[in-house]
């Protein structure tokens, strides 16, 4: 049976009736990486003159998350899934830790009430229990009479007899008004990291997960999409400015479904990514710029552009005919293999150890 903390269902429903609807948005990117967090301190909580602080960041824009109160405050925690984002080069420390009634969410946030053409939703989870309905990113609201809430990735609980039980699954209302799911081939065990991917687009959903097990992302099944989007946003797309939520989800529009594990590396893109551009796809070799499987000479020439010289930072001007992308998160260059803000002749020879022609 579901529960919810009343706490959380009181807070919940106070936002709601208070709640004005803005201006629907395009949807923002937002990258919530827990790297800001102090291992083993917990989310803050509001303070005695009722400040509640944006603690979990947003590493890309401002829809950074909070959470209710200290009891419903998650940990910040070290057992990540890898030290290294094999997509972004970026190093992993911290994740988060999440035990029912804990969760964080966005409030009064531009993502909230998006215009949704396409997406692309990733999170790397741990879970340490299942047999039990599990959240794991969530946008609150209840779009038609029927109880499920406008989008959670979750593990499914629906009884022993449940032929979905223990898949990771993905529900949302479409921009039609219409719920579409999709679900994993197979069960998810306990104790093991996975990566999901879901990806919309205006004509259908798909789900994707990495088990780890060397075989990469793989497609789990599709189902088509109506109403010219892939996302529920309002009686006739005016608006649904409802949170985003991390280690939740929602039913008959209550919180409930808490997860019980670690959750990291949570990002919503604004369009459709493919299977290479996921967070943990593996990208192969330092200096594969271009991602063709080799670093050779046309990868040469990206790292030469780029070459500032020691000590002469980047970040203020990039040399004039570089082609590499700063991170968006971290601000670095991918050819700054030691990550010290130039590009010099140390980072050469780590490019040459990765050259292969």
């Not at 890898?82 to 830790?97: F, Y």
């Not at 879901?198 to 959903?205: F, S």
């Not at 260059?333 to 490019?351: H, I, M, R, S, T």
Request: aromatic share 10%; net charge negative; with cysteine.
């Amino acid at each position: 049976m579901r529960t919810w903390a009343l706490l959380s269902t009181i807070f919940i429903g106070l936002l709601i009736a208070h709640a004005a609807l803005g201006q629907p948005v395009a949807l923002q990117n937002a990258y919530w990486r827990f790297e800001n967090g102090v291992p083993g301190a917990s989310v803050p909580a509001p303070t005695s003159n009722g400040n509640n602080p944006d603690d979990v960041l947003d590493f890309i824009n401002g829809n950074h998350m909070r959470t209710w109160f200290p009891a419903s405050a998650p940990v910040y925690a070290v057992d990540v899934p890898l030290t290294v984002i094999p997509q972004t080069g970026e190093p992993n420390a911290v994740a988060m830790h999440f035990t029912p009634n804990q969760d964080v969410y966005t409030a009064g946030k531009p993502i909230n009430n998006p215009i949704v053409t396409a997406f692309t939703l990733e999170a790397a989870f741990r879970p340490e229990a299942l047999d039990r309905w599990q959240g794991i990113v969530c946008k609150d609201g209840q779009p038609t009479a029927a109880p499920e809430t406008t989008l959670v990735l979750k593990i499914r609980d629906g009884g022993s007899t449940d032929p979905l039980l223990n898949k990771l699954q993905i529900e949302l209302f479409d921009r039609g008004g219409t719920r579409r799911s999709v679900e994993s081939i197979a069960p998810l065990e306990t104790d093991h990291w996975y990566y999901a991917a879901v990806v919309g687009t205006e004509t259908e959903v798909s789900l994707y997960l990495d088990r780890n097990d060397g075989q990469g992302y793989v497609l789990q099944g599709t189902a088509p999409v109506g109403g010219g989007g892939p996302l529920w946003q309002g009686p006739g797309g005016a608006g649904d400015d409802r949170a985003w939520c991390i280690g939740r989800g929602m039913y008959a529009n209550g919180p409930t479904d808490w997860f019980t594990g670690v959750i990291d590396e949570v990002r919503l893109t604004d369009r459709a990514l493919t299977v290479a551009e996921f967070l943990f796809t593996d990208v192969g070799r330092l200096g594969d710029f271009d991602r063709n499987g080799r670093v050779n000479f046309d990868d040469f020439v990206a790292f030469q552009n780029c070459v500032t010289g020691p000590e002469i930072s980047y970040r203020s001007r990039l040399p004039a005919n570089c082609t590499l992308t700063p991170s968006p998160t971290t601000g670095l260059l991918p050819a700054d293999f030691d990550k010290d803000e130039d590009v010099d002749q140390d980072d050469f020879g780590v490019f040459q150890v990765n050259y292969t022609g």
